[in-house]
């Protein structure tokens, strides 16, 4: 469902040094030879530290980046010159912005999706009815998506994503922010998306407790390569002296060596 | 291109009835653009309570330049204008969230929070030309150009929109270098080009195609001599620049998003 092969990103940085009147350029790589293969139906975590190329791959699997170097298949198409198709076979949500219009009411939201998407009506109706109940959207419908608070906003995130029921579903910290009982209830909603409707998705996020309840499989990138790639157990037991998998991942993040200063724009 | 019409007016729609829940405050910022643009064609007035001719123009045929290159530009404020604020889509992050659905971005900049007050400026450009035709004094037979000039006109203008949008890919903080190529054209076009130096109209013949907005179908519509000298069949060149300027704002537009670089998080 998601293929990577030999991918790799640059940026070239440039930065103005004081007393100097020439910029100096830098090419910086986010990601280097990153390949891997995730199967239909998996709940796939990825892991890695802050700048170490997580947004960057998310971006290039969405299309909204040009990789460097390398390929990439997502549900079989080149997602950055066949974005447009892709998009009506992925469910996108970002944690920290929303994908819904701001001043909107989430209902307008929803209708605009399903227009863009060109979800049918009938079926439109019946799934809206589904998510509804199921993340409890009803009690905001009629708001306006920026008077929304941060759990009502993700679950109508959510929501939006899956409006055209797609194969794969990719979300970048979708549980950041939440507090204890929405980030219960949206883990609890993914893992029936997964197992009720083979649905593939890929997950980022810093909190190790989405690892633990909802992923078989975890990927692990630092420095803009995989440092690991296996189940929780078998994460767990790559560092045997470590009890918790807080530790592991500490472990194996500082083992990385001090990295280099995180450069501005596009490696976070 | 079925579909893309679909997806653009299926977006203003939706913000013209998100506009329309505030009618007290809409019709107040249409007429306040309406009047702010009066003021343009006040300026032309005065001009010519001091002299019976501009450059050798009289006030109808000066009024029938400003009222076709109007009509164009606010047609094209009116569709692609949103696109000078790309820079900011980009820097927030909303540029990621349009690249993520199945519709051009292009379009969901352009019509983002699309207001029904952008109808404003292209209705007193309109009540301009209304005035001035008739006063012309031209040949009937020339005015199939008109309609022309006014669609040519349009695609030239929302071509210097999407090149410069286009630019701000690259260059994320200099919207103002496009704003003096959009609304300094527009402002250029207000008047003869005969009234500014001969390398400035050259220029905006031969480099940014401004000239052919109005001024050289203008020629044939009032049956003018050129100022300049420049070819006669330039008159008739207008779809062509326009068609050239098109294609390279496509261009611009893909090699933009192909380096889109998009924000840290």
Not at chain 1, 101 to 122: A, C, G, I, Q
Not at chain 2, 48 to 59: I, M
Not at chain 2, 194 to 204: D, F, I, K, P, T
Request: proline share 5%.
């Amino acid at each position: 469902m998601i293929d990577l092969d030999g991918v790799g990103r640059t940026f070239v940085v440039r930065r103005r040094r004081p007393g100097r009147l020439r910029r100096e350029s830098r090419a910086v790589e986010a990601v280097r030879d990153l390949s891997f293969h995730v199967s239909p139906g998996e709940f796939v975590g990825y892991l890695g530290p802050n700048g170490a190329g997580k947004s960057t791959t998310i971006k290039m699997l969405i299309g909204i980046l040009t990789p460097t170097s390398g390929r990439i298949r997502v549900a079989g198409l080149d997602p950055s010159r066949r974005r447009t198709t892709l998009a009506r076979n992925l469910g996108v949500v970002f944690g920290q912005r929303t994908t819904l219009w701001w001043d909107l009411p989430l209902k307008d939201s929803f209708e605009l999706t399903r227009l863009l998407y060109k979800v049918d009506r009938e079926r439109f109706r019946r799934r809206l009815d589904e998510l509804c109940e199921r993340l409890d959207l009803g009690g905001f419908i009629d708001t306006p998506v920026r008077q929304l608070s941060l759990g009502q906003r993700v679950r109508g995130d959510i929501a939006a994503a899956l409006l055209h029921d797609p194969p794969v579903l990719v979300l970048d910290e979708p549980t950041i922010g939440l507090d204890v009982v929405s980030k219960a209830a949206v883990r609890a909603f993914l893992r029936e998306v997964n197992a009720e409707r083979g649905t593939t998705v890929l997950l980022t996020t810093h909190d190790l407790g989405d690892i633990e309840r909802l992923c078989r499989r975890v990927m692990l990138i630092d420095h803009g390569r995989l440092a690991f790639d296996g189940t929780v157990d078998e994460l767990r037991a790559s560092v045997p002296e470590e009890s918790s998998i807080e530790d592991v991942v500490a472990r194996i993040y500082l083992s990385g060596g001090v990295r280099p200063p995180m450069a501005a724009g596009g490696t976070g | 291109m079925i579909a893309n019409a679909r997806v653009y007016l299926l977006l203003v729609a939706t913000w013209m009835r998100a506009a329309a829940q505030y009618p007290g405050s809409l019709a107040l910022l249409t007429l306040g653009s309406f009047v702010v643009n009066a003021l343009d064609i006040a300026a032309i007035w005065i001009i010519f309570a001091h002299t019976p001719e501009l450059a050798g123009f009289t006030l109808p045929e000066v009024m029938f330049l400003y009222g076709t290159a109007g009509v164009s530009f606010a047609l094209a404020d009116m569709f692609a204008g949103n696109t000078d604020k790309i820079g900011s889509y980009i820097r927030s992050g909303a540029f990621d969230t349009m690249m993520i659905r199945p519709a051009s971005p292009f379009l969901q900049v352009a019509a983002d929070r699309f207001s029904p007050q952008r109808f404003g400026r292209v209705g007193q450009a309109a009540v301009v030309l209304a005035i001035a035709l008739p006063r012309l004094g031209i040949d009937w037979s020339r005015a199939w150009m008109i309609p022309v000039m006014i669609v040519s006109g349009f695609v030239i203008f929302v071509a210097i929109w999407t090149i410069a949008g286009a630019a701000q890919f690259l260059l994320t903080d200099a919207p103002e270098v496009a704003n003096a190529f959009t609304y300094g054209g527009g402002q250029l076009t207000q008047y003869p080009l005969s009234v500014y130096g001969g390398e400035l109209v050259r220029a905006v013949t031969f480099i940014v195609p401004l000239a052919f907005v109005n001024w050289q179908p203008g020629l044939y519509v009032l049956d003018r001599e050129d100022p300049l000298g420049l070819p006669y069949a330039l008159r008739f060149a207008s779809p062509a620049a326009a068609l050239i300027m098109a294609l390279l704002a496509a261009l611009a537009w893909r090699a933009g998003l192909r380096r889109y670089r998009s924000t840290g998080s």
